[in-house]
T-cell receptor, first 113, second 112 residues
Framework: DAEITQSPRHKITETGRQVTLACHQT?????MFWYRQDLGHGLRLIHY???????NKGEVSDGYSVSRSNTEDLPLTLESAASSQTSVYFC????????????FGPGTRLTVT | QKEVEQNSGPLSVPEGAIASLNCTYS??????FFWYRQYSGKSPELIMS????GDKEDGRFTAQLNKASQYVSLLIRDSQPSDSATYLC????????????FGTGTSLTVIP
C-alpha cells in the first residue's frame, strides 16, 4: 500500500547541532509539506514543494531548509537547532490536481536540549 | 482575524448524541475545506473535504459549508467514545496555491 513515512520518530539533539528529518511518500504525489505542531499554535507550515527542485517558504521557515531531488522525498534540515524548535514535526503530501487533500505522516517528536 | 478559527473547547457530549464542531474563516481562504481528526500523540487523519455550499454526508459524519456566513461545520451523529479526539478544520489559501491554513482544533470528549 502507498504510504508516507517519517524518520526518526523521536530525536533528542543539542543546541547548535544540524538535524535532518526524513519524509518519504510512495503515492507519487507532486506536493509535499512540512508542518510543526505546538500547543496553542496548531499546525504551522514550514516549507513546501510542488515538485522536483521546487521549494517554497511557509509561515515559520526561519532556521529550516528543504531540498527536493526526487518525487518521493522531502528532507527537512534544521541548520543550527534551537530550543524554540522543540516540537512535533509532520510531513504531508497531496496531488497537484483533482484533489487537494493532504495526507500526513506519523510525525517526528524533536527535543532540542 | 486569523484565516481559520475554531473554538478550542473542550466539547463534551454523551454517547449517542450529535456532536457539532464549528469553524469560521476569513476572505484569505478559498472555498476548499477539510476536517481532520487527531488522536492524542498521533498524526492528523482526513475525515472529509467539502468544496460546495451545503451538506456532504459520509457515514456518521456530515460536513456543512455556508459561504454567506463564512463558516464550516462538522456534525458527528451517534457519537462514540472512539470519536474522542481533537478535530482540526483546514482551508486552502485563496492565492497561495495548495497551502492549507489550520485552525487550532477543538477537543471532543464523548462520555460513555
Amino acid at each position: 500500500d502507498a504510504e508516507i513515512t517519517q524518520s526518526p520518530r523521536h530525536k533528542i539533539t543539542e543546541t547548535g547541532r544540524q538535524v535532518t528529518l526524513a519524509c518519504h511518500q510512495t503515492w507519487n504525489h507532486n506536493n509535499m509539506f512540512w508542518y510543526r505542531q505546538d500547543l496553542g499554535h496548531g499546525l504551522r507550515l514550514i516549507h513546501y514543494s510542488y515538485g522536483v527542485h521546487d521549494t517554497n517558504k511557509g509561515e515559520v521557515s526561519d532556521g529550516y531548509s528543504v531540498s527536493r531531488s526526487n518525487t518521493e522525498d522531502l528532507p527537512l534540515t534544521l541548520e543550527s537547532a534551537a530550543s524554540s524548535q522543540t516540537s512535533v514535526y509532520f510531513c504531508a503530501s497531496s496531488e497537484r490536481v483533482n484533489s487537494y487533500e493532504q495526507y500526513f505522516g506519523p510525525g517526528t517528536r524533536l527535543t532540542v536540549t | 482575524q486569523k484565516e481559520v478559527e475554531q473554538n478550542s473547547g473542550p466539547l463534551s457530549v454523551p454517547e449517542g448524541a450529535i456532536a457539532s464542531l464549528n469553524c469560521t474563516y476569513s476572505d484569505r481562504v478559498s472555498q476548499s475545506f477539510f476536517w481532520y481528526r487527531q488522536y492524542s500523540g498521533k498524526s492528523p487523519e482526513l475525515i472529509m473535504s467539502i468544496y460546495s455550499n451545503g451538506d456532504k454526508e459520509d457515514g456518521r459524519f456530515t460536513a456543512q459549508l455556508n459561504k454567506a456566513s463564512q463558516y464550516v461545520s462538522l456534525l458527528i451523529r451517534d457519537s462514540q467514545p472512539s470519536d474522542s479526539a481533537t478535530y482540526l478544520c483546514a482551508a486552502m489559501g485563496a492565492n497561495t496555491g495548495n497551502q492549507f491554513y489550520f485552525g487550532t482544533g477543538t477537543s471532543l470528549t464523548v462520555i460513555p
